[in-house]
């Protein structure tokens, strides 16, 4: 017995030194030209779904998947940095990622393969030994979902809805110049989104149109230079110089966005006390939880029958879209996020809030606009 294993040890040893001395002079074949075998394909796929598999086990779901202001949210970044590889409705891939070993799949049947927690962990971890890359913003799961709606939109998807979805047909978007359009072809980019006056479209965006373009400037800065976390934004900033974000953030500051009336979350009366409740911290803060008044630096608030203003260079919250103040919310209470180099008073308010007075604070700003009155007034 004891010889046999001696054996087997010594057959192993010699099986590693030659494996090793293999790979050391480069008889392993890595290039890409030469495909997989298909045991290998099979192999690195079947690996790949178990651990998907796996992995999605602990993904909790939001209670809505398939929301169509999210897949407006997440079309644009998909034909940013999604589309190269894959294809998309009416577009197929380039030459050039078809040559990667393995060739990245259409995504026509992704929705139907893949259930749509696997779709999230796919989207925001990547695969390994594919070049399917990971989200590049890892604070930002309601991104991921955001693009997992897309995908489950796709396999319905045809050119004309994608280009659509994508903002290609924006007016003033890129190729089109005139009263409505461009003629800069750095803001006919962000017009595929923000539109040309900085307008929510339905909830799909923040509203950037008539913030201040000190704001703008600090806030584009912020996902260039990777402090604030947005894969979305941080793609569609890099590569601004200085004095392209100046002229952006000008551009955006001068325009007044035409708000749509906010659809109501719930009947009346419960929206009214919920309202009440955030206008109430707004106004006057709740200092049991140490949260400072967000009137003092955001404006909004009724004082002495005017609506006070965002202190200079302090974001406008009043008409902004509400699920966006819930979300930043949530990012800065949990330290995720970032921003200019008043971020941090930011990060101090917004420690000691509940879920409660989170809702009750977005639903406060973002309904304000459209009531016209500040808190005081209201209650
Ligand atoms: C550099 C090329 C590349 C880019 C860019 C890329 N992917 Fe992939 N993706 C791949 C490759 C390769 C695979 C195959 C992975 C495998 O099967 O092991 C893949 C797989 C996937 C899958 C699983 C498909 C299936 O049905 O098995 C999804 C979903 C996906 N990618 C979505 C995306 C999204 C969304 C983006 C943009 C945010 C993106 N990919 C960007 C290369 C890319
Ligand atoms: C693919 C769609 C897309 C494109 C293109 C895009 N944006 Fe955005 N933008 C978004 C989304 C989504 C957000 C919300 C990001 C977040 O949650 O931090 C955002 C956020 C912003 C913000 C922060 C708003 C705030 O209240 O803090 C500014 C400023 C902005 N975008 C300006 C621009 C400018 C200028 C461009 C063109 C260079 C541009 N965006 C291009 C989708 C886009
Ligand atoms: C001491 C001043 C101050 C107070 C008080 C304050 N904030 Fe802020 N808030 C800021 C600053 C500054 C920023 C922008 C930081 C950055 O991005 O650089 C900000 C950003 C925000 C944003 C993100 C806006 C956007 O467009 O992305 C939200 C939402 C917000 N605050 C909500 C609140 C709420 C709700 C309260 C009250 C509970 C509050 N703030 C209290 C200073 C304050």
Redesign the pocket.
């Known amino acids: 017995m004891k010889i046999h294993i001696r054996h087997l040890a010594s057959g192993l040893a010699v099986l590693a030194a030659v494996v090793t001395i293999g790979l050391w002079i480069g008889l392993m074949p890595i290039s890409a030209s030469s495909g997989h075998w298909r045991v290998t394909s099979w192999f690195?796929?079947w690996v790949?779904?178990n651990s998907v598999q796996l992995n999605a086990m602990s993904v909790e779901e939001p209670a809505i998947v398939d929301d169509p202001v999210l897949v407006r949210r997440?079309a644009g970044?998909?034909e940013a940095?999604?589309?190269?590889?894959?294809g998309a409705p009416g577009k197929a891939t380039g030459p050039v990622?078809y040559q990667?070993t393995?060739?990245?799949?259409g995504?026509d049947?992704?929705a139907h393969?893949?259930a749509p927690a696997e779709?999230f962990t796919?989207?925001k971890h990547?695969?390994k030994?594919?070049?399917?890359?990971a989200?590049p913003a890892p604070p930002r799961d309601d991104e991921v979902w955001a693009?997992v709606a897309?995908?489950r939109a796709l396999p319905d998807m045809d050119e004309a809805g994608y280009d659509r979805l994508r903002g290609a047909a924006a007016p003033g978007a890129a190729g089109e110049a005139g009263a409505a359009g461009t003629t800069n072809p750095v803001l006919a980019g962000c017009v595929a989104c923000h539109g040309i006056d900085g307008g929510s479209d339905g909830g799909a965006f923040p509203v950037i149109g008539g913030q201040s373009a000190d704001y703008l400037a600090t806030s584009l800065a912020a996902y260039r230079d990777g402090r604030r976390a947005s894969?979305i934004m941080q793609l569609a900033a890099s590569g601004l110089s200085d004095d392209e974000i100046a002229r952006l953030a000008r551009h955006y500051a001068g325009q007044r966005p035409q708000q749509p009336a906010q659809p109501a979350a719930a009947p009346d009366d419960i929206r009214r006390q919920i309202t009440d409740r955030g206008g109430a911290i707004a106004a006057e803060g709740l200092p049991d939880q140490r949260v400072p008044a967000c009137g003092s630096c955001h404006g909004g608030v009724a004082v002495d029958g005017a609506i006070t203003q965002p202190r200079p260079g302090f974001p406008r919250l009043t008409g902004q879209d509400r699920p966006y103040l819930e979300t930043q919310l949530h990012l800065w209470r949990a330290g995720a996020r970032g921003g200019g180099s008043h971020a941090h008073l930011m990060a101090r308010a917004a420690h000691g809030l509940t879920d409660a007075d989170i809702a009750a604070v977005a639903a406060f700003y973002a309904d304000d606009g459209n009531r016209g009155t500040g808190s005081s007034a209201s209650r």
């Open positions: 690195l796929h790949m779904q997440a970044h998909f940095s999604c589309r190269f590889c894959h990622p990667m393995p060739a990245p799949p995504l049947n992704s393969a893949w779709l796919i989207v990547g695969v030994f594919s070049g399917m890359p989200w693009m897309f995908l894969g």
